[in-house]
């Protein structure tokens, strides 16, 4: 299914995301260390791709069900049961998922109108803002797939 595949490689450049992080955050411990300087806005890097990547894997973690059930009372209901539990909470995490995004591409939005940018490397701040309301966005659209898979399930 080409959505899982989109999905998927979302979740591997999230990893490549991070991985440039990692690698800004040694380089600039290394520069601190042996230069006395670090690199200029490095938390700010970090913090831009952190976000960026939360976002980027949270779509994947839905589609595959990774995301951590707490069972201890559900284990002992019958199947049928236990699966629209699983359709109720998928509906309502499409939902938080919808309202995140509304409020952040609101927020990024905003954040460019108003030129806002971050205090060391002037990056504008409201495109990373942006960039997570529409990762937000298709883990909405994955809510909707899992739920949808849920409820085809009980024919």
Known sequence: MIFSRFVHALALAGGGVMLAAALVVVVSVGLRWFAGSPI????????V???IAAFAFL????L??????????TTRLPAGVQRAL??????????????IAWRLA???YDAIRSHTV???LALP????????SALAGVLCLVAGVTLLRLIRGWR
Do not use: K
């Not at 200029?40 to 913090?47: H, P």
């Open 64 to 73: 595959r069900r990774g995301n951590i059930v707490v069972d201890t009372f």
């Open 40 to 47: 200029s806005g490095d938390y700010e890097i970090v913090q």
């Open 125 to 132: 701040t409201g495109w990373a803002i942006l960039a997570t």
């Open 118 to 120: 971050s205090m060391i």
């Open 49 to 51: 791709a952190t976000a």
């Open 106 to 108: 609101i927020g990024g």
């Open 86 to 99: 699983d359709a109720l909470w998928d509906l309502v995490y499409l939902i938080a998922a919808g309202i």
């Open 59 to 62: 779509p994947y973690c839905q």
